[in-house]
Each structure stands twice: as C-alpha cells, then as structure tokens.
C-alpha cells in the first residue's frame, strides 16, 4: 500500500507557471534526490557560509554595502562549469515537461531550454528553485519557519531581488 503511494507521489507533477510558460515538474526518484543532494550541498555550502558572517545581526538591520564584501566572496565560491552541470542535472533529467502544441507534454530538452531561456537567464534560474523546492520541500518549510516568508523577502529585497511574491508559498507564480 505505501509503495503505490510513493510511486503516486513521483507521478503526480507540481504545476508552476513562469513568465506565461507552463511547467510539470516531477518529483525525483528518492535515490537521485539524494545523490543530487550532495551535489547541492557540495556547490552552495560553501556559498552560504562565505554569506553567514554578514547576517550575523538582525538581517532587517544589514547594510547592503556592508555585505558587498560578503557577497563577492560567497559568489567566487560558484564556478560556471559546476553550475551548468547543476542546472542540466536539475532541469533535464526528464523530469520537467511543457504543453506542447498537440494537446500532450515534451520534456524539457537543451533545445527547447535554448529558445525559452535565452536572454531570460533568470527564468531558467527560477525553475531550477522550484525543482529544488519540489524535491526538497521539507527543507525549505524548515527555513520559512525559522525565518518567516516575510523576512525572507525582505532580506531578498535588501539584496536587490525584486522578491515580491514569495516563492515558498504553494502555487506562487513569477
């Protein structure tokens, strides 16, 4: 009984809608999950703790210019090559699919990532969160109830993202 509930679950996909684009996006088998886990623990926890010094007072309260510095060092933590690698492994693994013109679905191939996201970088960036976020929702519930939807937009904004919508709450859209 529970193994048809968890194969239920890997083929029931989340709808989100980026930029008049639809997307399914279906929940990684758990043992891919995990090994893209440590993927993305290896690329942005170095990231976030080159980030970590620069909060360490109330986040409301932090000067962008006093985390410039911060900034510039957790960015040189990221490599190019280690995030294309992340974001095929994310994105097309099959398991993102699109309306196609015949009423069915195509998965999300490089081609087709080419002629959506092409000068529309941040959109691809943005699927790539919501298949994180797909596949690691139990994570991201901990961080929103640790530091509440609404400082996390906040601390976005005092970033420079136009983060006006939360991205944590279900059937949020850009």
Do not use: W
Not at 82 to 99: A, D, H, I, Y
């Amino acid at each position: 009984m529970n193994q048809s509930r968890n194969l239920q679950k890997q083929m029931e996909p989340e709808k989100k809608e980026i930029d008049g684009n639809i997307y399914y996006i279906y929940p990684f088998p758990a043992f891919q999950a995990s090994n893209l886990s440590g993927d993305l623990f290896a690329m942005f926890m170095p990231f976030i703790s080159s980030l970590s010094p620069a909060f360490k007072d109330d986040v409301m309260d932090t000067d962008v210019k006093k985390i410039t510095p911060f900034l510039a060092d957790a960015f040189s933590t990221l490599s190019g090559d280690k995030m294309e690698m992340m974001l095929k492994k994310l994105l097309l693994s099959k398991n993102v699919t699109l309306p196609d013109d015949d009423g069915g679905t195509q998965v999300l191939t490089e081609d087709l990532s080419n002629r959506l996201f092409c000068a529309n970088i941040q959109h691809m960036f943005l699927l790539a969160f919501y298949v994180i976020k797909v596949n690691y929702g139990d994570f991201f519930s901990k961080i929103e109830d640790r530091f509440g939807t609404a400082n996390m937009s906040s601390m976005l904004k005092k970033m420079g993202f136009p983060a006006t919508v939360s991205l944590m709450q279900p059937g949020s859209t850009i």
